[in-house]
């Protein structure tokens, strides 16, 4: 390894789990307020305190879980490791050698042939005027061959991507890049003032990837995120893999990237804490008749 940190490291992904329990949580908080405020109205007693139902109505919650769509993928185990387009490999923290034959154990030599300046520029042409600074492709490394069934489907070793990171000169301009990306069927997330774009995993990334003979993470879409849920129940109550990445589109150049991984993954504070476990024994137990407001498919997303 060289003494020089990698500067455009993929970011890191939220636990989807804690978002669908924030936001449930939320929900069952503001429907307890809101009905305090509809019993004193009813008895025209004064409101009292205004009430905060930012993020906690009905519809909203309705809009994230039926109606948002949502490309998942599967988490591939290994190392992230990505390319830019002048072939520099860059580690999770640091940059790779340029002599270096292996990396976590993995030959590299397959990794440095793959032409990803071609899918770079493929992507970076879909911004029309606003070009990077800089480019990297990101995948997964398989370093952990021996696990899930890597070996047998070819996996083991090899490296799949998964997304790519554009960093531009002002915000404005990686703002412009992610809608016209957008506008053609991809997956983009750049805040507001961000000078990198994320260009998460979606079919349409795929297709540019593999058309350049560069192997691929395959992305399903889904028209919900309780649609994405249910398609891969099995495969999560199975164990089949280490999890999935949903990347859920918002619409304007933004998108929303969680990580959902099984249970005898190391994640204390998911299914340990006290919160999760209080919330399922609430949803169990009816939570006094709120859950019937958010749903019949809203508990079943945690229980």
């Known amino acids: 390894m060289t003494d020089d940190r990698n500067t455009l490291e993929w970011p890191s992904i939220n636990q989807f789990h804690r978002e669908v329990c924030s936001r449930i949580k939320r929900f069952l908080t503001v429907a307890e307020a809101a009905a305090t405020v509809i019993q004193r109205a009813h008895r025209h007693q004064a409101r009292g305190e205004r009430s905060d139902f930012h993020g906690g109505f009905r519809s909203s919650l309705h809009t994230w879980l039926l109606r948002s769509a949502v490309t998942t993928s599967e988490k591939l185990d290994g190392t992230n490791v990505g390319k830019l387009d002048d072939g520099t490999l860059l580690g999770r923290r640091m940059v790779i050698e340029p002599t270096a034959g292996s990396h976590q154990r993995c030959d590299l030599s397959a990794l440095r042939g793959y032409h990803t300046e071609r899918v770079l520029s493929e992507l970076v042409a879909l911004g029309g005027t606003a070009a990077p600074l800089r480019a990297a492709l990101y995948g997964e490394l398989c370093c952990n061959g021996e696990l899930y069934s890597y070996q047998r489907d070819g996996l083991a070793k090899s490296w799949q991507v998964f997304g790519a990171l554009l960093e531009f000169e002002n915000g404005s301009s990686a703002q412009v890049y992610a809608q016209e990306a957008c506008a ?120």
Not at 270 to 294: C, H, P, Q, T, Y
């Open 184 to 303: 053609v069927g991809h997956i983009c997330d750049a805040s507001e003032g961000d000078l990198v774009v994320r260009v998460c995993n979606s079919r349409a990334f795929g297709e540019v990837v593999q058309r350049h003979g560069v192997p691929a993470v395959a992305a399903e879409a889904h028209g919900s995120l309780c649609a994405a849920v249910a398609r891969w129940q099995e495969w999560m109550v199975g164990e089949h893999g280490e999890g999935l990445v949903l990347a859920v589109a918002k619409g304007k150049g933004r998108a929303d990237v969680f990580k959902w991984k099984i249970s005898r993954e190391p994640q204390p504070s998911i299914f340990k804490s006290e919160g999760l476990v209080a919330l399922v024994a609430e949803l169990r137990a009816g939570a006094d008749g709120k859950v019937g407001l958010a749903g019949p498919r809203a508990p079943t997303l945690i229980i």
